[in-house]
């Protein structure tokens, strides 16, 4: 079968791809965790480096209270007159009327600028795209009924002003919940991508086209160009995709995808992946050819000390940025993660990128309460709860806490957790997707495993919505000290009490 590695492994959804000479460009969703708007670059397709976030201050975006699944949705990336352009949904806003947002930079490393809105246009997934006169247009999912399910409108994106009034493009060919539109100019035709059929089993992604953009559009008699629903394969929730022509005058469509694991309905454990198809015209339409590419896996293990001033990319808050509840401990011995400072969770946290890895976090309670944690939600989360005397593991399912076992400890303590994958024992695959190990490493690096979790209740099958695993460390109350973290990537043996010392990657 067809190597289905993800390009970008872990919990990057909706993708939307451009190029800029020989170098592609990958952004996106964050959901309710900033910075926001993660960026990846490549010049093969398959090998990807993270150049950064494009929403990586208060001015950008405001900070929140961390909603699951609330915020940032499904950005559009493109390149247009020298300048990369980002449309994107913050759904935190949508009570206020707020519509889509937009903004600019010179360089897809930063720094963006800070977003124009575009008024009248709330609802989701939008789109961006030039004519031939240069004028944009914002295509999008809108919540307005007269507009539903895909809407367009022509804008000036240096101040978001609408040139015309909104007008319905497509319906669809009918599945659940047309969004996530993706509007192109090819060879005298307007293409209209679009998602069918909800983000989860029956995820789709299909095509029509017309002359002009007053239409009609017609579907592809082939519709949908891309889906898995109904067969076996070890990606699924295929859809959402995005076009882009390469150097060589081929195309290709980066996609999301899920990876489920254990027995039915499967359960995926890092969220909704990102993946890259080819893509042939056949009497002038797409159609995909999955087995062109293949991913370059990549070891995503760090170790962070926190010895620089300025925290690395990767690394996140639940609703608000790392730096407004984080700060140097001033003496190069790590970074003070304080509860308390903002609207959201104070939880410094990166993505599980990886179906098997191991973090180990040098945790100082002294002066208050630290949680190493593991989670897709407030109400799904594995987590080595410190004191300062004791550890304790404690899983939370839904409205079910509980404590699995506790022991003593001083102030300083090395929490780990390790996601490894069950042995088979059935033909029918194992209950569980994987398994978490709740631990703590003795100064000689031996293992004292408080629990070990079925990781189902880790996976949006249970606690539903569109994110994926998240693991940091969290002050759950005054102010605690992360000296050092550790993520290694695949397995690891119960009892290896070595330590990671790999560079930072991502």
């Known amino acids: 079968?067809?190597?289905?590695?993800?390009?970008?492994?872990?919990?990057?959804?909706?993708?939307?791809?451009?190029?800029?000479?020989?170098?592609?460009?990958?952004?996106?969703?964050?959901?309710?965790?900033?910075?926001?708007?993660?960026?990846?670059?490549?010049?093969?397709?398959?090998?990807?480096?993270?150049?950064?976030?494009?929403?990586?201050?208060?001015?950008?975006?405001?900070?929140?209270?961390?909603?699951?699944?609330?915020?940032?949705?499904?950005?559009?990336?493109?390149?247009?007159?020298?300048?990369?352009?980002?449309?994107w949904t913050d759904t935190n806003q949508h009570g206020a009327g707020v519509g889509q947002l937009l903004v600019h930079a010179e360089d897809a490393a930063g720094p963006w600028s800070d977003p124009v809105e575009i008024p009248g246009t709330v609802g989701i997934d939008p789109d961006l795209s030039w004519d031939e006169d240069g004028v944009c247009h914002l295509t999008w999912a809108p919540h307005a009924e007269h507009l539903h399910p895909l809407g367009t409108v022509p804008?000036?994106?240096?101040?978001?002003?609408?040139?015309?009034?909104?007008?319905?493009?497509?319906?669809?060919?009918?599945?659940?919940?047309?969004?996530?539109?993706?509007?192109?100019?090819?060879?005298?035709?307007?293409?209209?991508?679009?998602?069918?059929?909800?983000?989860?089993?029956?995820?789709?992604?299909?095509?029509?086209?017309?002359?002009?953009?007053?239409g009609p559009f017609e579907p592809a008699p082939t519709n949908p160009i891309l889906t898995h629903r109904g067969i076996q394969h070890p990606v699924q929730n295929a859809g959402h995709g995005d076009l882009v022509q390469l150097v060589n005058g081929s195309w290709a469509m980066v996609h999301l995808g899920v990876r489920p694991r254990g027995a039915t309905p499967g359960f995926h454990l890092n969220g909704r992946e990102t993946f890259l198809v080819g893509v042939d015209w056949v009497d002038g339409w797409p159609v995909v050819d999955e087995g062109?590419?293949?991913?370059?896996?990549?070891?995503?293990?760090?170790?962070?000390?926190?010895?620089?001033?300025?925290?690395?990319?990767?690394?996140?808050?639940?609703?608000?940025?790392?730096?407004?509840?984080?700060?140097?401990?001033?003496?190069?011995?790590?970074?003070?993660?304080?509860?308390?400072?903002?609207?959201?969770?104070?939880?410094?946290?990166?993505?599980?990128?990886?179906?098997?890895?191991?973090?180990?976090?040098?945790?100082?309670?002294?002066?208050?309460?630290?949680?190493?944690?593991?989670?897709?939600?407030?109400?799904?989360?594995?987590?080595?709860?410190?004191?300062?005397?004791?550890?304790?593991?404690?899983?939370?399912?839904?409205?079910?806490?509980?404590?699995?076992?506790?022991?003593?400890?001083?102030?300083?303590?090395?929490?780990r957790l390790r996601a490894r994958l069950p042995e088979p024992t059935s033909r029918w695959g194992e209950p569980q997707p994987d398994i978490v190990d709740l631990v703590v490493v003795s100064a000689e690096g031996a293992e004292t495993v408080l629990g070990s979790a079925d990781g189902r209740y880790l996976s949006t099958e249970v606690a539903g919505l569109f994110t994926g695993r998240v693991v940091g460390v969290r002050a759950v109350s005054g102010d605690v000290v992360l000296r050092s973290f550790s993520y290694t990537a695949g397995p690891r043996d119960a009892g290896d009490g070595r330590a990671a010392d790999h560079g930072a990657a991502g």
């Not at 976030?53 to 559009?76: C, D, F, K, M």
């Not at 370059?296 to 690395?312: I, Y």
């Not at 945790?363 to 897709?376: H, K, P, Q, S, W």
């Not at 799904?380 to 550890?391: E, F, I, K, Q």
Request: include cysteine; charged fraction near 20%.
């Open 1 to 87: 079968m067809t190597d289905v590695r993800p390009i970008i492994p872990g919990f990057y959804p909706d993708p939307s791809i451009c190029r800029v000479g020989d170098v592609y460009y990958v952004v996106n969703s964050s959901f309710e965790y900033l910075p926001g708007l993660p960026i990846h670059a490549s010049t093969d397709l398959v090998t990807w480096r993270f150049v950064g976030n494009a929403l990586t201050r208060p001015s950008q975006i405001p900070e929140h209270r961390g909603n699951p699944s609330g915020s940032v949705y499904a950005p559009t990336i493109r390149h247009h007159d020298g300048r990369f352009w980002i449309v």
């Open 292 to 415: 062109r590419f293949t991913a370059t896996p990549v070891d995503a293990s760090f170790h962070d000390d926190f010895t620089d001033a300025a925290l690395a990319g990767r690394w996140l808050g639940v609703g608000m940025f790392p730096e407004t509840f984080t700060e140097p401990t001033g003496d190069g011995g790590g970074v003070v993660v304080r509860a308390g400072r903002g609207p959201g969770i104070p939880l410094l946290c990166v993505r599980a990128v990886d179906e098997e890895w191991t973090v180990d976090a040098r945790v100082d309670a002294a002066g208050g309460v630290a949680a190493l944690e593991v989670r897709i939600d407030e109400a799904h989360s594995y987590a080595l709860v410190h004191d300062g005397r004791t550890v304790s593991a404690v899983l939370t399912i839904g409205p079910a806490v509980s404590t699995l076992a506790t022991v003593e400890s001083g102030p300083e303590a090395v929490l």
């Open 155 to 214: 804008i000036d994106p240096e101040t978001g002003t609408l040139l015309a009034e909104p007008r319905l493009l497509w319906r669809g060919t009918g599945g659940a919940h047309p969004e996530g539109p993706h509007l192109y100019r090819i060879d005298g035709w307007w293409y209209l991508l679009a998602a069918e059929g909800g983000t989860e089993r029956g995820h789709s992604v299909t095509i029509a086209r017309a002359r002009t953009l007053d």
